[in-house]
T-cell receptor, first 113, second 115 residues
Framework: AQSVTQPDIHITVSEGASLELRCNYSYGATPYLFWYVQSPGQGLQLLLK??????LVQGIKGFEAEFKRSQSSFNLRKPSVHWSDAAEYFCAGRQTSYDKVIFGPGTSLSVIP | KAGVTQTPRYLIKTRGQQVTLSCSPI?????VSWYQQTPGQGLQFLFEYFSETQRNKGNFPGRFSGRQFSNSRSEMNVSTLELGDSALYLC??????????????FGPGTRLTVL
């Protein structure tokens, strides 16, 4: 079955440190992949998306993600975390443009000063 | 360009009542999808509407229904509310053309509390 998993439920990093949030997918072929961020009580904001081509994708707020077919992963990275990055992060994917989007369980990020 | 708007933002209802939530998509977007978000189940897909027709459906009971109007605005209705229906209901809009780059953009959500 198609799925998106995020192995880390919660991550804490120090402000200014680098960040990597993990995402693994289970699809038969190269899926369409997304990362969203959700602040408390708010909707989801799109950070970046991957459809094809260059496997390193740049997004908003200084985030990037790398698609690795061999590892079925689409990890989100940021070189230097800011306190305002504390939020819930969701990885999502779909097999084709006709399929519904499947969301991972989310990773909660805390940032300590 | 205005984003996705949802009304109301907060609702309190009692068991057995029914509720209607509204979503206005981004201008030019013809697809509206609805999701339920709870701490235990995460984000779960309810249904998608495109051009006033339900195009995709998740695994929710018939108490959950929706519709879409000719201006692409959408409503979802939950009848005979249960305590477990307490959740954040999110609406997402997209072009809906099913092109490879079609992307969902989310509204702020409606927080429903069932007492």
């Amino acid at each position: 079955a198609q799925s998106v998993t995020q192995p880390d439920i919660h991550i804490t990093v120090s402000e200014g440190a680098s960040l990597e949030l993990r995402c693994n997918y289970s699809y038969g072929a190269t899926p369409y992949l997304f990362w969203y961020v959700q602040s408390p009580g708010q909707g989801l904001q799109l950070l970046l998306k991957y459809f094809s081509g260059d496997t390193l994708v740049q997004g908003i707020k200084g985030f990037e993600a790398e698609f690795k077919r061999s590892q079925s992963s689409f990890n989100l990275r940021k070189p230097s975390v800011h306190w305002s990055d504390a939020a819930e992060y969701f990885c999502a994917g779909r097999q084709t443009s006709y399929d519904k989007v499947i969301f991972g369980p989310g990773t909660s990020l805390s940032v300590i000063p | 360009k205005a984003g996705v708007t949802q009304t109301p933002r907060y609702l309190i209802k009692t068991r057995g009542q029914q509720v209607t939530l509204s979503c206005s998509p981004i201008s030019g977007h013809r697809s509206v999808s609805w999701y339920q978000q709870t701490p235990g189940q995460g984000l779960q897909f309810l249904f998608e509407y495109f051009s006033e027709t339900q195009r995709n459906k998740g695994n929710f009971p018939g108490r959950f229904s929706g519709r879409q109007f000719s201006n692409s605005r959408s409503e979802m209705n939950v009848s005979t509310l249960e305590l477990g229906d307490s959740a954040l209901y999110l609406c997402a809009s997209s072009r809906g053309d099913r092109g490879n780059t079609d992307t969902q953009y989310f509204g702020p959500g409606t927080r429903l509390t069932v007492l």
